[in-house]
């Protein structure tokens, strides 16, 4: 039917016309018979996190059960929930983040505010202060790419390591870890409701101490 995979920082999840390294998709073909299953080069995946995230992403493993995530996904059913630890402090302790995003003219890697974008809203509290971070909840409403970091960015508070995103770097986090995590995950599948959740990752801790 699925499984659910806690997806570590620096993979990707699926390949690309620049890069020929492993994938998350490699390891869901080498594992499930996932032929047909999805666009080709992407059999398995209905939805992706960024390379640089952490965390729980589901993937169908017939399908039915893709056609019906598919489906959630589009329609806003599935709900995910992150955390992110920032750099400094959000003018309130939770809110409502409401900006449409496009392509950035200055980066094509990157997202940007735009009045002209597509609707990205992204719901946030404030679990905890250490120094001069912060510890994010955040409710993904919508699901835009790189649309959790390009609205920090915006609001002047990039989420810890996210280079590309303004933030400054860490000497002990590589490249490809930025403190942003995939952490909770629930929907509806056949009549049938699941709920997933991990913990927050070893790194998180070597920066805010909670």
Do not use: W
Not at 55 to 68: S, T
């Amino acid at each position: 039917m699925f499984v659910i995979i806690n997806k570590p920082h620096g993979l990707l999840v699926h390949g690309t016309n620049t890069t020929d390294e492993y994938t998350l998709r490699d390891y869901i073909i080498k594992n499930f018979d996932v032929n047909g299953i999805g666009e080709d080069k992407r059999e398995g995946i209905v939805h992706r996190l960024d390379k640089v995230t952490s965390g729980l992403i589901i993937c169908p493993i017939n399908l039915d059960a893709f056609n019906q995530l598919q489906d959630g996904f589009k329609k806003r059913k599935i709900k995910k929930k992150y955390k992110a630890i920032i750099q400094g402090f959000l003018k309130s302790k939770s809110g409502e983040i409401s900006l449409p995003l496009t392509h950035s003219i200055k980066n094509r890697k990157k997202r940007e505010v735009n009045r002209n974008g597509r609707e990205a809203i992204t719901k946030y509290k404030t679990i905890y202060e250490s120094g001069s971070y912060s510890l994010l909840d955040i409710d993904l409403i919508t699901g835009r790419n790189h649309q959790i970091r390009a609205h920090l960015e915006y609001l002047k508070t990039p989420i810890v390591n996210d280079v590309l995103y303004g933030a400054k770097p860490l000497n002990h986090l590589d490249k490809d870890t930025i403190c942003l995590q995939s952490y909770e995950l629930e929907f509806g599948l056949f009549e049938k409701e699941y709920k997933f959740s991990i913990n927050e990752p070893d790194y998180f801790s070597s920066i805010i101490k909670m």
